[in-house]
Structure formats: C-alpha cells, structure tokens
C-alpha cells in the first residue's frame, strides 16, 4: 500500500517537466515507485525498475533529486522486505553517486539536493540499519558514508551498523 505521506510527495512533484535516466520526462517514475512498493512478489516487479530512470548505477540525473525525497518517505514506512531492499539498493547508488554531478541554476548540485533529502532522514534509515538485516545495516552504513550523512553521529553509527552486520554475519543470519 502506498501511504498518503509517499502520495504527497510524489504528488508535490512535476514529474513531466523533469528529465529521466531513460532520456524522456519523468512522468512515469510515479508508476515505476508505486509498482515497487506495492510489489508483493520479484515477480510484481518485472518490468518496473528505478535502474535507468533515477540512477543508472552511480549516474543521476534531473529526476533524482525529488524521487529520493519519495523514497526516503517511503522507507519511513511500513514496506515489505521487498520494497525496502530495492529502495535501500537505489538509495545506495545514488548516494556513490552524488558527487560527480553539475551545479544547477541555484550552483547547489543533483547530489547535493539528494544528501539533503537523506539527511532529512537520517534517523530512519539509522533505525532501518539497526533493526534490519544484516544487509540492511551493511547498505544504511554505505549511505550515510557515501552522503556524509551526519558528522560524527554519522561516523559512530556507521560503526554500530558495521559491527551489526559482522556479528549477524557470524551468526548466519540476516544473508
């Protein structure tokens, strides 16, 4: 189920004037976000990737600034393990990415506009990391380095989650 806060900022957006990964407008992201998070199965995600549109593994591009905005109120939701990953892996990819991109208009970069939309929700993805997997906290770690998430808060949880994910993996959980 899409939540009304997801509807709100997908809804706050005009997608159609934006440019996406595949070359035309953004106006089917949208569609591309909801069929991930409303996806029951892998199989309810064939045909509707974010890869190519927000990112193209670390490349971003117009719409992907707005659309993290979409994820992270997605991820501060209920998901399924499903959605969640994939949500988690684009953010992940976009975050490596975020650094090499142009200065817009306003001189602030794509990437820029995306680590603030993260650090708005820095919080989040730290419970998701702390409570996830042993995946999830090995990816929120990833993010919250790639983004710069944080400062020395970000540095200490950064560790707590390296160390989550060590000891779930010595355990044999959470792969």
Avoid: N
């Avoid at 309810?44 to 600034?65: A, K, N, P, R, W």
């Avoid at 919080?123 to 983004?147: K, M, N, P, R």
Wanted: net charge negative; proline share 2%; aromatic share 6%.
């Amino acid at each position: 189920m899409v939540s009304e806060l997801v509807r709100a900022e997908l809804g706050r957006v005009d997608w159609a004037s934006l440019k996406c990964g595949c070359g035309g407008s953004a106006e089917h992201v949208p569609l591309l976000i909801e069929a991930i998070i409303t996806a029951e199965t892998p199989r309810d995600m064939i045909g509707y990737t974010l890869d190519g549109h927000v990112e193209e593994s670390t490349i971003i591009f117009e719409c992907t600034q707005p659309a993290v905005g979409v994820i992270m109120a997605a991820l501060a939701g209920d998901l399924s393990i499903l959605a969640r990953d994939v949500l988690l892996q684009t953010l992940s990819f976009v975050a490596a990415g975020s650094s090499d991109d142009e200065p817009d208009a306003e001189g602030a970069g794509l990437g820029d506009g995306c680590r603030r939309h993260a650090q708005e929700g820095f919080w989040g993805l730290v419970q998701i990391g702390l409570t996830g997997s042993a995946d999830d906290a090995e990816t929120v770690a990833d993010i919250c380095e790639y983004f710069g998430l944080g400062g020395d808060k970000s540095a200490f949880y950064q560790a707590q989650l390296r160390e989550r994910m060590r000891a779930k993996a010595r355990r044999g959980q959470g792969f």
